[in-house]
């Protein structure tokens, strides 16, 4: 099984900073996943990648398939921001099973 | 509008007392999971379901079945619920698991 972990679990920022969140995961994947989750609750698919990077608006993801490992960036923080990040990796690596998650990342942007 | 649709949105209920929550999708998706979030464990999946009747468990299945008889429709049944049910849940689908999920808006349970 898919072991995934995230990190930091917590991490407090001022407006405007640069924003760094990192998943990494043990068996080797097609696809990873990004998601948010707002303070009321409710949780939307930020990016879904298997290569590269991918950018929408001031979020990039990155992936190191080789090493492992994703990162989610945030560039130009703002307080709307604030909200869990979390990443999931399938339970075997492959695109026909379901989906193991790490704890998220718990993101305050300060104004 | 594309959505997933849960319901009940909150529910209070007592220790053995059977319940259903639906959920519903409009996006002609193959691919539908339950979820279930708790503090300090973070998402963990119960079901899911890659297409009509054929489902398969996830990492916490005891205590939960499912049915998916059509495309649309993916069910969570709690036979005979306990308090450590207690939990968010959510509803999510999308065409294939390697495609972007849509999440439902979550059901609070508390089971007494």
């Known amino acids: 099984k898919n072991e995934v972990e995230q990190s930091p679990q917590n991490l407090t920022a001022q407006e405007g900073e640069f924003i760094t969140i990192n998943c990494s995961y043990s068996?080797?994947?097609?696809?990873l996943h990004w998601l948010q989750q707002h303070p009321g609750g409710g949780i939307v698919s930020l990016f879904m990648?298997?290569?590269g990077k991918k950018k929408h608006g001031r979020l990039i993801a990155t992936i190191n398939i080789q090493e492992k490992h994703s990162s989610l960036h945030i560039t130009a923080s703002h307080p709307r921001d604030s909200a869990v990040y979390i990443c999931?990796?399938?339970?075997?690596?492959?695109?026909?099973?379901?989906?193991?998650f790490g704890k998220g990342t718990h993101l305050i942007i300060q104004p | 509008e594309a959505q997933v649709t849960q319901n009940p949105r909150y529910l209070i209920t007592v220790t053995g007392k059977k319940l259903t929550v639906t959920c519903s999708q409009n996006?002609?998706?193959?691919?539908m999971s339950w979820y279930r979030q708790d503090p300090g464990l973070g998402l963990r999946q119960i079901y899911y379901?890659?297409?009509?009747?054929?489902?398969d468990k996830g990492d916490v299945p005891e205590g939960y079945k499912v049915s998916r008889k059509e495309k649309r429709n993916f069910p969570l049944i709690l036979e005979s619920p306990s308090p450590n049910q207690t939990s968010l849940y959510f509803c999510?689908?999308?065409?294939?698991?390697?495609?972007?999920?849509?999440f439902g808006d979550g059901t609070r349970l508390s089971i007494l």
């Open positions: 999931a990796a399938p339970y075997s690596g492959g695109g026909a099973d379901g989906l193991t």
């Open positions: 379901s890659m297409n009509v009747e054929v489902t």
């Open positions: 996006m002609n998706h193959e691919y």
């Open positions: 068996v080797g994947i097609s696809a």
């Open positions: 999510a689908s999308s065409m294939m698991v390697a495609q972007p999920q849509h």
């Open positions: 990648l298997s290569s």
